[in-house]
T-cell receptor, first 113, second 108 residues
């Protein structure tokens, strides 16, 4: 257990529904990252926050995806109008700014039917 | 497009032998490199980080970095069946750029 928690751990939804995932980083970590991993691939970077500011978004992150970190602590990732291609493991990681090592949470596994 | 390349394997190694995992990266300006281990259905777990050319040892693990050749490797000595997993090489940009991972199997 790295100290990064994610909720829910599993989510099954129907195509077209909206889903929201939560990540709680290690308490003193001010950077928070979201990744997506599909079967047989390494994790793909989606976006990251330093405190409450979203500093970078990947081109992979379509307009249906939005992430927030309103108080610089936990973060949410919302997917609107889910598609079957959104089925993946969504991973959250955290780190201290200036310390480059990222620690991953257990992930949220999404299945879109 | 920054890329990280790994042989997907599977790489099969007898118990007690040395497992050698390799990775190349495309961005010559990269400075920070990481090896993660991932068991099936679980999230990545950090094994080692390396930032300078040469070797870095931690227990049974040794990471090697050659920036001129844009090459990173991980050696696992005295391989154990519990080392059987997918090993992910990652390079730091804004977030981490990962390779696809090498599936390692340690044969008892």
């Amino acid at each position: 257990d790295t100290g990064v928690s994610q909720d829910p751990r599993h989510k099954i939804t129907k195509r077209g529904q909206n889903v929201t995932f939560r990540c709680d980083p290690i308490s003193e970590h001010n950077r928070l990252y979201w990744y997506r991993q599909t079967l047989g691939q390494g994790p793909e970077f989606l976006t990251y926050f330093q405190n409450e500011a979203q500093l970078e978004k990947s081109r992979l992150l379509s307009d249906r995806f939005s992430a927030e970190r309103p108080k610089g602590s936990f973060s949410t990732l919302e997917i609107q109008r889910t598609e079957q291609g959104d089925s993946a493991m969504y991973l959250c990681a955290s780190s201290l700014a200036g310390a480059e090592t990222q620690y991953f949470g257990p992930g949220t596994r999404l299945l879109v039917l | 497009q920054k890329e990280v390349e790994q042989n997907s394997g599977p790489l099969s190694v007898p118990e007690g032998a040395i497992a050698s995992l390799n990775c190349t990266y495309s961005d010559r300006g990269s400075q920070s490199f990481f090896w993660y281990r991932q068991y099936s259905g679980k999230s990545p777990e950090l094994i080692m980080s390396i930032y300078s050319n040469g070797d870095k040892e931690d227990g049974r693990f040794t990471a090697q970095l050659n920036k001129a050749s844009q090459y990173v490797s991980l050696l696992i000595r005295d391989s154990q069946p519990s080392d059987s997993a997918t090993y992910l090489c990652a390079v730091l940009a804004d977030g981490l750029t990962f390779g696809k991972g090498t599936h390692l199997i340690i044969q008892p």
